[in-house]
């Protein structure tokens, strides 16, 4: 027995000994891992401010898929004949632009030194900037190179002083028609909320079409966007000017959700609109199943592309309608998308030259001439609006009303997600209008005082 | 693994010899300095991500782009918790889901066994059958229910349109959502109950089999007084195991609804997710997942001691 526990002792006291040595090579090498982290941290702090006129280099480009496959190679490979010792390696991202963050947000905060530029949304600069996950390029760029863009967007893409996304291409909803459906049904374009929804009643009563009008109901951010419209067609705001107080228990967010909700039980909308995202509305659209679309710029060419729409030359685009009471047109809600930088790049000069080409003539026509993106710089806007093959979206673009959503405030995210949730299952009727809008507006609340 | 079974060998030497020599000395160090590696592999990999979640949830952690900064002490992250009415509803939805799910998986999947085991013919061919889908990545089948599911084209409201029973959006409420994602995970998960319950019922002893039938008992007594309370450790074990995955839930919900309608399928580990990397609030999402995994703990220690009877039970048998 003693010598049993004896042995034991032995044996445990060489199970210390192992164990230590087990602990202190982790140890080591998390202590590798660490020190390689910061060493990145450091050097690209410490770099001296580039200019931006670099021509070689590597750099990787984080995009999400623009509209139509094959739109970044070809901005590449034009980059590529501008500057030939500049290699630009593309890393396509998620579409789903919460997802995208998310992987952004991951990598760039451990200390990834890779994407080098990447496209991020137009609502991104507070968060990015009050973390420091993006370079501010009003350190590197002079404020002449931001003159050229349309007017709103670089306040757009500023955060407390700084400019953190160089506008790449904008979006905003936009309403889509069938031109055949409303001509046979001798229907006019929609001027007017309460318009669309009778419109939508009858095409589908007089059997034109299955659905009346589509649009982006999904508990996510696509929601607020559509949200956004409603409610400023109505009157009403998200927050206060100072981002201190939600208000979006007001009259006005009760007059833009019940309609919404109201689109949904009279019929004028299918019921599936509340899982819908942009990609499920356009389907049903280029099928030929709906009459109405709300969507934004990019839906034009596909539904003009034949291997993906039934409906190819039968499609009109408007302005989004208002309430009826208050003036034509309503309001767009502003999307579309920034290029930033990597704090970590290696190659922060590298990065600037292809930032800057990406807003040079020749690219923003490419945009706007072979894949109807809404130019971001204005003299390219005028010379396109003024030619006659321009697509219709961008000329459509020159009449809407625009309106931001509230993403001043770096807790942007929680903001939306107290919209979207609630407005959805208010949508969904899960919850009624006004218990919806109270709940939203204390998550709101909550939100832009930091909670969860 | 491989750290066990180093402890075990030597266990096996003592008991055999009633000491310890030289030679089994020798094998044990051999055997720790074979476990060392997976030892600092399963450290860096399971164990300081743990350990750095707990610190992140109990700190003021500030995201920089130079990566994380824990500066100083708190515990308002688990204070925020238990004031937000989100955590609560996705902490009751985590668990009720789980309840839910675990128990018609063990039902079903202990019936299937049954009648499996008694298969003579194409067993094999059975197995491989039931585990497909199993043996689909979650991802990929949630894709598969998605079409199912969908709202204006999909297969099952097309059904449902054909009996009469009108063009239902089975995501688009919150009943019906939380409903199509339990039977989405039922579908993937009985089967893996159901082989784990087969190799329990292989390994009875056919001798209180024989004694039963000598007695007369009849099948129904059989499984009520024999089978089921002999299976009870294997379906502890199912349970737990299940209990455990069901309770993490994140890849259906995130395919099929992504936590909608509202908030009615938010499980606790996508609101873990949306605050960590959405709204980069690391401090709070970390104090999410620690408190999920607390309460997942604690109940599967629950869990244990009230089935801590049996499985003693058997093991002295």
């Not at chain 1, 003693?2 to 080591?28: C, E, M, P, W, Y």
């Not at chain 1, 509305?281 to 109405?292: I, L, P, S, Y």
């Not at chain 2, 010899?17 to 051999?30: C, P, T």
């Not at chain 2, 450290?43 to 500030?62: E, K, Y």
Request: hydrophobic letters at 45%; a neutral charge.
């Amino acid at each position: 027995m003693k010598k049993i526990d004896s042995s034991k002792k032995r044996f445990s006291l060489r199970r210390t000994r192992t164990v230590t040595l087990a602990v202190a090579t982790s140890a080591l090498v998390l202590a590798a891992c660490g020190s390689t982290s910061s060493s990145q941290g450091t050097s690209s702090q410490g770099s001296s401010q580039p200019a931006g006129s670099a021509t070689s280099g590597n750099i990787t480009w984080w995009a999400s898929p623009i509209a139509q496959v094959g739109i970044r190679a070809n901005l590449i490979s034009h980059f590529e004949k501008a500057y030939p010792k500049i290699h630009v390696t593309l890393e396509s991202a998620p579409t789903n632009t919460d997802t995208n963050r998310s992987q952004l947000v991951t990598e760039i905060s451990g200390g990834s030194t890779t994407p080098d530029v990447f496209m991020g949304d137009v609502i991104w600069p507070a968060q990015f900037g009050a973390h420091s996950l993006a370079v501010p390029l009003s350190k590197y760029l002079p404020s002449s190179y931001f003159a050229k863009f349309a007017p709103g967007l670089v306040s757009g893409a500023s955060y407390k002083g700084q400019v953190y996304g160089s506008p790449l291409f904008e979006d905003q909803g936009f309403l889509y028609y069938r031109k055949d459906l409303l001509a046979k049904a001798h229907l006019p374009v929609p001027k007017t909320w309460q318009q669309l929804e009778s419109e939508s009643l009858t095409l589908e009563k007089d059997g034109y079409v299955k659905y009346g009008f589509v649009w982006e109901g999904d508990s996510y951010e696509g929601l607020t966007c559509d949200f956004m419209e409603y409610l400023t067609s109505a009157g009403g705001k998200v927050v206060n000017s100072g981002y201190t107080k939600a208000e979006l228990d007001s009259p006005q967010a009760i007059k833009a959700v019940s309609f919404m909700r109201s689109l949904i039980t009279s019929g004028a909308s299918p019921q599936a609109v509340t899982t819908f995202q942009e990609p499920q509305a356009m389907a049903v659209f280029d099928a030929g199943n709906a009459a109405f679309l709300r969507n934004w710029d990019y839906a034009w060419a596909n539904s003009q592309t034949p291997a993906n729409s039934k409906v190819v030359g039968d499609v009109g685009v408007a302005p989004l309608p208002t309430f009826a009471g208050q003036s034509y047109p309503g309001y767009s809600n502003i999307g579309g998308w920034n290029l930033y930088i990597n704090p970590h790049s290696k190659n922060i000069a590298a990065d600037l030259t292809f930032i800057k080409w990406m807003s040079s003539t020749e690219a923003q026509m490419i945009l706007g001439k072979t894949y109807s993106e809404i130019p971001t710089v204005e003299s390219v806007r005028q010379e396109l609006a003024s030619s006659s093959s321009t697509p219709p979206p961008l000329k459509v673009a020159a009449e809407t009303n625009l309106v931001p959503r509230p993403a001043g405030t770096p807790n942007y995210p929680q903001l939306s997600n107290a919209i979207y949730t609630n407005v959805n299952a208010a949508l969904s009727g899960s919850m009624s209008v006004s218990a919806a809008l109270k709940a939203a507006q204390s998550q709101a609340q909550t939100a832009l005082s930091g909670g969860l | 693994m491989a750290a066990v079974t180093g402890v075990d060998s030597v266990v096996k030497v003592m008991d055999k010899r009633g000491h310890r020599d030289v030679h089994s000395l020798r094998q044990a160090r051999i055997g720790w300095m074979f476990s060392t590696p997976a030892l600092v592999f399963i450290g860096l990999v399971t164990i300081f991500p743990i350990g750095f979640s707990v610190a992140l949830s109990l700190s003021n952690v500030n995201v920089t782009g130079n990566g994380f900064a824990l500066q100083g002490f708190t515990f308002s992250n688990y204070s925020q918790l238990i004031h937000s009415s989100t955590w609560r509803y996705a902490l009751v939805f985590t668990v009720f889901y789980t309840v839910v799910t675990v128990a018609v998986e063990v039902v079903l999947g202990t019936m299937i066994a049954l009648v499996l085991e008694r298969l003579t013919k194409a067993r094999g061919m059975m197995m491989a059958l039931l585990l497909l889908p199993w043996s689909i990545i979650t991802v990929i089948s949630a894709e598969l229910w998605q079409y199912i599911y969908e709202g204006t084209y999909g297969v099952l409201q097309a059904i449902f349109q054909s009996i009469g029973l009108g063009a239902p959006v089975f995501l688009g409420s919150p009943t019906s959502a939380i409903i199509s994602m339990m039977v989405a995970d039922i579908w993937k998960t009985t089967p893996f109950v159901a082989v784990i319950v087969i190799a329990g019922l292989v390994m009875l002893p056919s001798d209180v089999y024989e004694a039963a039938s000598c007695d007369g008992a009849s099948n129904w007594t059989i499984f009520w007084k024999i089978t089921l309370p002999l299976l009870r450790p294997t379906i502890a074990i199912a349970v737990l195991f299940r209990v455990l995955q069901a309770f993490g839930v994140f890849d259906l919900p995130f395919v099929l609804t992504g936590g909608g309608p509202g908030t009615a399928t938010t499980s606790l580990a996508i609101l873990s997710y949306k605050v960590m990397f959405q709204n980069i609030d690391y401090g709070p999402g970390a104090a999410v997942a620690v408190s999920a995994t607390l309460l997942v703990i604690l109940g599967c220690l629950l869990f244990l001691r009230v089935f801590k009877t049996q499985v003693g039970r058997e093991e002295v048998q």
